[in-house]
């Protein structure tokens, strides 16, 4: 398979990942609307995209009791991490000190990121099994990077970071997928691995949509329409990752 074609693919994932990101700091007022639609795209993500895909390459190595066990540890794994940065931050009337937020921001922006990371190991991977295979990968990737986008900018925002740091972590989050892309040409991860992997990021992404994105987009808010948003965003998910399957 052609290289060029494979890393323009990439780009294409990136360009994706930073338009979803831009709408997300142009959108910065109507957070708390925002937060509600990501809630459902990253859980819908993890449901629908990530679990699958780890049953799909690793039910031939591994069984469907162990892939599920490493989406349980990602999820302890991420509540510990979040517990234990949470508990070596001062206090002020019962919240989180402003400045120490960031620290959970960098902690989800940076599982995003390494998502993104592996959607481009994927697509690189794919297109070695043949053109097809990577074709099919490369829809279902570029249809879920423009809410991977807009769910980076908003775990920065919503935990105290700056547009600048939002900013930042976007332009990681949209390189990502190039820099998997290249790892492939040099390395090659077996599907056993990579199922384990995802089972893990799917913990990771249930943690992050149900115990931070949710519960902070009803804080002070209405409930009835960041609720329809929540759905919104899971049905958006749900039906693109559906059609590029």
Known sequence: MNPLLILLVAVAAAIATFLGGSLALRLRDKLHLVLGFSAGAIIAVAFFDLLPESLQLGTAYHSIATLLTFTALGFFLYTVLDRFIVLHTHHDDGGVHAHNQPKRA?????????????????????????????????????????????????????????????????????????????ATFFIHVGEGVLSLILATFAGFFLYIGASDLLPESHHSHPKALTTVLTLLGALVLYGAIHIAG
């Open 106 to 182: 960098m902690v989800g922006a940076g599982s995003l990121s390494g998502h993104s990371f592996l959607d481009g190991l994927a697509i690189g991977l794919a297109f070695q099994a043949s053109a097809a295979v990577g074709a099919i990968v490369a829809i279902a990737v570029l249809v879920h990077d423009f809410s991977d986008g807009i769910n980076t900018v908003n775990l920065v925002l919503k935990n105290g970071g700056s547009r600048a740091l939002a900013f930042r972590w976007l332009l990681a989050d949209a390189l990502a997928p190039i820099l998997g892309v290249l």
